[in-house]
């Protein structure tokens, strides 16, 4: 067993999904501030599908794993 470096910890595929998964949910944290969502509609809507399309496609890659 050959210990890993922090490094090559997180290059794991497991990893690298959940945090495109968490950016996927950032993406529609910050997007759904009031700010965004008076001002920018359609950037709100953008950001809230892309988010959820995110996701939806990263955590089920961590499920199937």
Do not use: D
């Not at 996927?24 to 944290?29: S, V």
């Amino acid at each position: 067993n050959k210990k890993l470096t922090l490094i090559e910890h997180f290059h794991k595929p497991i990893y690298i999904h959940g945090l495109v998964a968490l950016l996927g949910i950032e993406l529609l944290f910050f997007a759904s501030l009031p700010v965004v969502r008076k001002r920018w509609y359609t950037v709100f809507l953008f950001c809230h599908i892309m988010g959820c399309i995110l996701f939806i496609i990263f955590v089920s890659n961590i499920l199937l794993q």
